[in-house]
């Protein structure tokens, strides 16, 4: 089985969830898993919930997250959305090895949707010279999104422990895409069939995208949800989530278009390849990830 790259179709456009690679979070750096994921939540619905899915508080020391970043071929676009990590740890920066064995080459891709600016989905931007990686694309973010990184707000908003690497990925990898950059500011198609939704709450201008085609619909949820427990509390929020007062209203208006239309799901941060479904059950919903048998 291949774990890097996983093809799918939706309608006439061909996609595929691309492994940058993983990246593990546990203390010094970051809080345990529980505290990290789950920042504001009460000891004992967490531990019974954690219960559910065969975790314990206690014992959970580390979260081993997947990063998957998403090609799709329009047929008349190709279209990446996100870059990864590149050299953020030692398992992350597989993309590009990922895509050739696609038959992927950088200078093919025309368009790089970038759902918000974090280490993990900008990374990818330039390589250890400063060049960019995808030199002909179109690279589409959020106005607010690439407002906030550009400001001073920046410094000031951050937790002091990641302040330093966040500042330094966002220094390195979005200004040299400031000639080829089209910034968004409302709900609007980037390219016919792929539309900008906003989701802020992990970050500002945090972007999800809603992709369809022959009446099949893809929703790129980013980081909207880090964590499949997050569907069924979507009230609690993680450490990294900039905006944390947005994130439940979010999740709850994201969520619930996932599952009224049934919406094929992708998710960054989610077991690969990070496709699911999203399915209601009492006041929030389930995770239900696709069958993968290749
Ligand atoms: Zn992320």
């Not at 968004?184 to 539309?195: A, C, N, Q, W, Y």
């Not at 960054?268 to 999203?278: A, D, S, T, Y």
């Amino acid at each position: 089985m291949n774990s890097q790259t996983y093809r799918f179709k939706v309608g006439s456009f061909q996609c595929i969830a691309v492994s940058d690679g993983t990246h593990t979070y546990a203390p010094p750096i970051f809080p345990p898993p529980a505290v990290f994921l789950f920042a504001n939540a009460a000891k004992e619905p967490l531990e019974r919930v954690l219960g559910e899915h065969n975790l314990q508080r206690e014992q959970w020391a580390e979260w081993v997250s997947p990063y998957i970043c998403l090609v799709i071929n329009t047929g008349e676009h190709r279209v990446l959305v996100d870059t990864g990590a590149g050299g953020l740890g030692p398992n992350t920066g597989k993309l590009l090895q990922n895509l050739k064995t696609e038959g992927i080459e950088p200078e093919g891709i025309d368009t790089v949707i970038l759902t918000h600016g974090h280490p993990d989905h900008i990374g990818g931007n330039t390589d250890s010279e400063g060049r960019l990686v995808f030199p002909k694309a179109r690279y589409v973010m959020w106005k607010d999104e690439w407002d906030f990184w550009n400001s001073e707000q920046a410094a000031v908003r951050l937790e002091e422990h990641a302040r330093e690497v966040l500042l330094g990925y966002a220094r390195k990898n979005l200004p040299p895409i400031q000639n080829q950059l089209y910034l968004v500011d409302r709900e609007t198609e980037i390219l016919p069939g792929i539309k900008a939704i906003a989701a802020p709450g992990h970050t500002m201008g945090h972007m999800a995208l809603a992709v369809s085609s022959e009446g099949q619909q893809l929703l790129c949820v980013s980081d909207t949800v880090l964590h499949p427990i997050h569907l069924e509390r979507p009230e609690w929020y993680a450490v990294v989530d900039l905006a944390p007062q947005q994130v439940e209203a979010t999740r709850r208006r994201i969520l619930t278009w996932a599952a009224t239309e049934n919406a094929l799901v992708v998710a960054f941060h989610f077991p690969f390849p990070g496709l699911g479904h999203v399915v209601q059950r009492a006041e929030a919903w389930q995770w239900q990830p696709i069958e993968t048998t290749s």
